[in-house]
């Protein structure tokens, strides 16, 4: 597979809301690293992208540094039915006209915190990002030792590091107030898989534009303090405009690698009017949706409790009429990288395009005994029904398949599952009949209209690749794997969420990074 990089080998303008960033052309990665128009570096860790420099002396081997974690309990009393969320709002001006200008200097530019440690900790470059992180310690001491100048050695740091037992007690008003929908019965249909189409044959990657963080098209960190984050999962919101939603957000304090720092906000949304014509420049942010001047919201509440729910992530967003919807997964806690305990997969919706957003009460999946299915789902509208794809909790599964009417989303009882051949209401949460092997992570999905064709983007676990397979009907079956680009190309990638706008031909998607996590528009060729 022929791959190059889409802007440092000349200038390309890339139209930002009505900016204009010209990235810094060089001809070698290793003498000056990728800036854009504001002098601001695209990566604030050595470029992992093809024709990355060395990094470190010549020959001189790099020794990791050793963390050592003490453990020790703490006990953490948890309200329940809880808080009402906060849809505190604030307008989202528009692009400034200067795109190196900094509406918000005061609230961007002061020193972070020492130290810049946070509610979640790295993990390490193991890529596991919005679905991978820790609480980080409370406390350390380090050494580093070192008999030689010439000699490295690594460093040794002990950290107390908290176990949280939470204890939920009465307190909030966060009480449902949906009524639950009535018990739906939906009968038990037979239905056949369509012979597989040939595996995609990809061409031409490139990295087209960082979407979010320091030296980003719209540089999120200054004007909505979008410093670090990940995921970026798209879906049509209207006519002529896509919702982005990302994963764990963090502003000052944040620093390289994976999810750490200050101001963390579980999940934060904007949104991009960039022409499909123009994606090939790069796809800007022109607004997310703010809870004061320069700063991001969280959209979906989270209790941010570990052993709990540490996090809210977004999994999937579709528009159906004046209302967006968005699956979520409520992480009860994080584990060994790649790995994560949900307590349930859900629904949320939007009636006001998407700056406020409710929970539904009732259109959850509950993870029984750890095992479940549709913890981590996509779902995509087509031909009257919803189809829910869906995974367990972390990256070692395999995706199965529900569907709904779009009239009875939000009715749980109203689903079918597949299973050997037959769309049937199973009810135990874990049947299913795997649609293709896995392990699967951050499973994307689209129905491409023009060459009616199914399209599933995720992260191939064993080849550590984003990888698409193609079918003609959403049960398949489904052609076997095709890599769209490497983690040897991109160290620690995850992600591979799909734009809206892809074609049959020109495929655009998203990736993140662990190391420098954030996360940069893709584009490849499919013959």
Not at 107 to 122: E, F, I, Q, R, V
Not at 164 to 183: E, H, K, L
Not at 203 to 220: A, C, M, Q, W, Y
Not at 455 to 480: C, F, H, M
Request: hydrophobic residues 35%.
């Amino acid at each position: 597979m022929r791959r190059h990089l889409a802007v440092p080998l000349a200038a390309l303008t890339i139209a930002a809301g009505g900016a204009v960033f010209v990235p810094t052309a060089t001809a070698d990665p290793v003498q000056a690293p990728r800036t854009n128009e504001c002098g601001e570096p695209l990566r604030v860790v050595p470029d992992s992208g093809p024709g990355a420099p060395h990094v470190g002396p010549p020959g001189m081997p790099h020794l990791p540094d050793i963390d050592i974690k003490v453990p020790y309990p703490k006990i953490v009393p948890v309200p329940e039915p809880g808080p009402k969320p906060d849809n505190t709002r604030f307008p989202s001006p528009p692009p400034p006209v200067n795109p190196c200008e900094d509406p918000c200097p005061d609230l961007t530019n002061p020193a972070p915190p020492a130290g810049g440690s946070g509610p979640l900790g790295s993990l390490g470059s193991t890529g596991t990002g919005s679905a991978g992180s820790s609480f980080s310690d409370s406390g350390s001491a380090s050494s580093t030792g070192s008999a030689s100048s010439a000699l490295p050695f690594p460093k040794l740091t002990l950290r107390t590091s908290p176990i949280t037992i939470p204890v939920p007690v009465p307190g909030g008003d966060n009480f449902p107030t949906t009524p639950r929908p009535p018990q739906a019965h939906p009968p038990v249909q037979a239905d056949a898989p369509v012979p597989a189409p040939a595996v995609p044959h990809v061409s031409d990657l490139s990295e087209v534009s960082k979407v979010t963080g320091p030296g980003s098209i719209s540089r999120t960190d200054k004007r909505f303090q979008v410093n670090a984050t990940d995921l970026g999962i798209m879906w049509q919101a209207a006519p002529g405009k896509v919702a982005v939603v990302f994963g764990d957000t963090f502003g000052k304090g944040w620093h390289p690698e994976g999810a750490n720092g200050t101001d963390w906000r579980s999940n934060t949304l904007g949104f991009s009017s960039t022409p499909a014509k123009d994606l090939s420049k790069g796809m800007a942010i022109d607004s997310m949706v703010q809870d004061k001047r320069c700063h991001a919201a969280q959209v979906l509440a989270s209790r941010h409790v570990d052993n709990y729910e540490i996090t809210t992530i977004p999994t999937s967003g579709f528009a159906l009429g004046n209302r967006q919807y968005m699956s979520y997964m409520s992480v009860k806690s994080w584990g060994v990288p790649g790995t994560w305990t949900t307590n349930y997969g859900g629904i949320a919706y939007s009636d006001d395009g998407g700056s406020v957003w409710t929970k539904d009460p009732w259109a959850k999946w509950d993870n029984i005994f750890g095992m479940s299915q549709f913890q981590v789902s996509a779902m995509v509208p087509e031909g009257g029904y919803v189809y829910m794809f869906g995974t367990p909790n972390g990256r070692l599964g395999t995706v199965a398949l529900a569907r709904v009417p779009q009239d009875q989303l939000l009715n749980k009882t109203a689903y079918q599952y597949w299973k050997s051949g037959t769309w049937t209401p199973v009810t135990n949460g874990f049947d299913g009949t795997p649609l293709f092997s896995g392990p699967v992570g951050e499973l994307s999905m689209r129905y491409d209209a023009d060459s009616k064709t199914w399209q599933a983007g995720y992260l191939d676990v064993a080849t550590n690749s984003i990888v698409l397979r193609e079918a003609k009907s959403p049960q398949g079956a489904w052609s076997g794997p095709a890599t769209l680009v490497s983690g040897n190309q991109y160290p620690s990638l995850y992600g591979g969420f799909l734009h809206p706008w892809s074609t049959g031909k020109d495929l655009y998607f998203t990736i993140s990074q662990w190391n420098e996590y954030n996360v940069y528009l893709m584009h490849v060729k499919l013959d």
